[in-house]
Structure formats: structure tokens, C-alpha cells
T-cell receptor, first 116, second 113 residues
Framework: NAGVTQTPKFRVLKTGQSMTLLCAQD?????MYWYRQDPGMGLRLIHY???????AKGEVPDGYNVSRLKKQNFLLGLESAAPSQTSVYFC???????????????FGDGTRLSIL | GQNIDQPTEMTATEGAIVQINCTYQ??????LFWYQQHAGEAPTFLSY????GLEEKGRFSSFLSRSKGYSYLLLKELQMKDSASYLC??????????????FGSGTQLTVLP
């Protein structure tokens, strides 16, 4: 029962470096999401995808890019990391089935990212 | 836009009952979710309300009043393992097919022996 898997779990970067966070789900979900979680601010949506090959901006997209080349994978990229991007990043997925309005989002265990 | 308010912290005693409130303002409403998140872990789904009333699931119940923009999560027979952050999340009509959620900042519940 893998569910939603995020790699890496921890990473420390220097300002200006780039990296990609990988999210993989094995539940055949159509929708995938990237959030960041900061103390006192809850989960904020960065980007999301409603299907393979499609992405859209969320609440806080600046400084991030995403790609959904395969249905099961959703990648989050930081082109030039900044200290303000120090956060815990969560990936989530949910299903598209008809009449499933109560289908919840399933979350990965998170990636703890520090930008020095 | 959407705004969600919930208390930052609550403390209760093992075996007791606690109610965590959530109020929201949204341009449209298409469901409210409660998630539990233990420190350093992923949020996990607890309950869903889209119609007014109470949904019961074991020791946990969730209530919704759409006219008041209000929900609560009720935890009975508290156990030490219930110490966690509880997140209220609202899905607005403007989310369309993307099923986007807007999360509150979470309520940190501490259960004391």
C-alpha cells in the first residue's frame, strides 16, 4: 500500500541552486496537487494537475514549476531556490470517479526543504 | 476568495470530549473536510460534510451548518494518540473540476493524562 510517495524526504540547498521534488501515486488518481506548509499558515496550494499533460497555478505558484508527463507522477521544480522557499512540501492526489464529491485528497509524507 | 478560521491550540484531558470549531467565508461551497496531522507526518482524512447535520464515524463526529458557515469536529473518549493538529478544509464552487481545497491553519490539540 504505497499510496503517495515523495522523494526526497529531506534536502538542504544553497540559495540559487535548483532541484526537483518527485511525487508518485499508485492509486490511478486523475488529480494531483503540490502544497507547502509553513508554521501558522496551514497548507497552501502551489500548483495542481487535473490529468496527464495538464497543470495549473494555485495560490502561491511564484518561484515554482511543475510537470505531469505521466499520470502517476507530478514533479515540482525550484529553478533558483530562495530562503523564503524553506518549507515542508506535501503532494496529494484524489480521484475523478463520477459522483465521488466526497473523495478526499491523499497526502504523501512530505519533503522537508531548507534553503540556506 | 475563501477564509477559514479555527482556534490555534486546545488542551483536553484523556477520556474527555473536545469540540474543535471551524468558521468559513466562501464565495461558493461544495464540501468541508477535516484532516488529522500528527507532528512530522502527512495529513490523513477524517470526515466530510456537504449537507447540514452531523456525520458520525466512531469516536469522531463532524457537524456542518451551511447557513452559518460553521463546522465542528467532536472527539469523544479522548486518547493520548489524539494529540495532533486538526485541519479544516473547504472546497468552493469556484474550484470546478479541480477539487481544490482551502485549508485553515489547523488546531493543535494536546491531550493530557
Amino acid at each position: 500500500n504505497a499510496g503517495v510517495t515523495q522523494t526526497p524526504k529531506f534536502r538542504v540547498l544553497k540559495t540559487g541552486q535548483s532541484m526537483t521534488l518527485l511525487c508518485a501515486q499508485d492509486m490511478n488518481h486523475e488529480y494531483m496537487y503540490w502544497y507547502r506548509q509553513d508554521p501558522g499558515m496551514g497548507l497552501r496550494l502551489i500548483h495542481y494537475s487535473v490529468g496527464e499533460g495538464t497543470t495549473a497555478k494555485g495560490e502561491v505558484p511564484d518561484g515554482y514549476n511543475v510537470s505531469r508527463l505521466k499520470k502517476q507522477n507530478f514533479l515540482l521544480g525550484l529553478e533558483s531556490a530562495a530562503p523564503s522557499q524553506t518549507s515542508v512540501y506535501f503532494c496529494a492526489s484524489s480521484s475523478l470517479q463520477q459522483g465521488d464529491s466526497n473523495q478526499p485528497q491523499h497526502f504523501g509524507d512530505g519533503t522537508r526543504l531548507s534553503i540556506l | 476568495g475563501q477564509n477559514i478560521d479555527q482556534p490555534t491550540e486546545m488542551t483536553a484531558t484523556e477520556g474527555a470530549i473536545v469540540q474543535i470549531n471551524c468558521t468559513y467565508q466562501t464565495s461558493g461551497f461544495n464540501g468541508l473536510f477535516w484532516y488529522q496531522q500528527h507532528a512530522g507526518e502527512a495529513p490523513t482524512f477524517l470526515s466530510y460534510n456537504v449537507l447540514d447535520g452531523l456525520e458520525e464515524k466512531g469516536r469522531f463526529s463532524s457537524f456542518l451548518s451551511r447557513s452559518k458557515g460553521y463546522s465542528y469536529l467532536l472527539l469523544k473518549e479522548l486518547q493520548m494518540k489524539d494529540s495532533a493538529s486538526y485541519l479544516c478544509a473547504v472546497r468552493g464552487i469556484s474550484s470546478g473540476s479541480a477539487r481544490q481545497l482551502t485549508f485553515g491553519s489547523g488546531t493543535q490539540l494536546t491531550v493530557l493524562p
